[in-house]
């Protein structure tokens, strides 16, 4: 099995959960006393927050390679971003390191086309409901992608900052996602992209009839089947 790098702390929260999923899974597949190498580097995600928030793209991308390199240069064989917003600098920083990027939209294109639908609702920040980064990587995979109303892109970005990212999760939240997921589905959509890995941690697949693409489940599985030289 090749050694695991992580980068993390956007937030803790969720990358407590990518240490978990992949230790399970590699010990479900192993069995005895065997888990997997990580490499993990957990940033100081105030840092990066001030950054983005600033609008400084170049310098919220050069934060995050810079984590990326120094994965890497600790010894890991390939790479996860675990959160779904840095994956806008997918690109520049694959041309920084030599090591694969698991790419969580990609894995995640993998399981909705498994299921055969072709249009999907997204939930997660701002910048991954607006931008064209994530949408355009499942738009190459043959999926439409609606996202919510412009004030309910505002709830969703709020709760993240101010009670997922800190541990929060609050019933009332649950039920206001809950009602923009079913907004969703009646505009068409045939499942929901949890499009933040904070998300699956509030709102899980009981809770709604259509399927829920859990991002970071969907990243975590992949890396322990890559990290074995599956596909």
């Not at 690109?91 to 969580?104: A, F, G, N, R, T």
């Not at 990587?137 to 004030?151: A, K, M, Q, S």
Request: charged residues 30%; hydrophobic residues 40%; proline residues 3%.
């Amino acid at each position: 099995m090749k050694t695991i790098g992580l980068v993390g702390g956007t937030g803790w929260v969720s990358t407590v959960e990518y240490y978990r999923i992949i230790n399970e899974e590699a010990n479900r597949m192993y069995g005895s006393m065997e888990f997997p190498k990580i490499i993990l580097y957990s940033v100081n995600f105030g840092e990066y927050d001030r950054l983005t928030s600033a609008g400084n793209h170049k310098g919220a991308m050069n934060f995050i390679s810079d984590a990326a390199e120094r994965v890497e240069g600790a010894g890991a064989e390939l790479l996860l971003l675990c959160a779904n917003t840095p994956h806008r600098f997918a690109e520049e920083i694959e041309e920084k390191i030599s090591i694969p990027l698991v790419h969580i939209a990609e894995e995640t294109a993998k399981e909705i086309r498994r299921l055969n639908l072709n249009k999907v609702g997204l939930l997660g920040t701002r910048q991954t409901m607006e931008l064209d980064f994530y949408k355009k990587r499942l738009y190459n995979n043959g999926i439409e992608t609606i996202v919510p109303e412009e004030d309910d892109r505002k709830f969703i970005q709020s709760t993240i900052s101010d009670e997922l990212l800190r541990n929060i999760f609050r019933q009332e939240s649950k039920e206001r996602f809950l009602d923009i997921i079913r907004r969703l589905a009646d505009r068409g959509a045939q499942g929901i992209v949890l499009g933040c890995t904070e998300i699956p941690l509030l709102i899980k697949q009981e809770d709604i009839s259509i399927p829920l693409f859990n991002t970071l489940k969907i990243h975590s599985l992949a890396a322990v089947r890559i990290s074995l030289g599956e596909k």
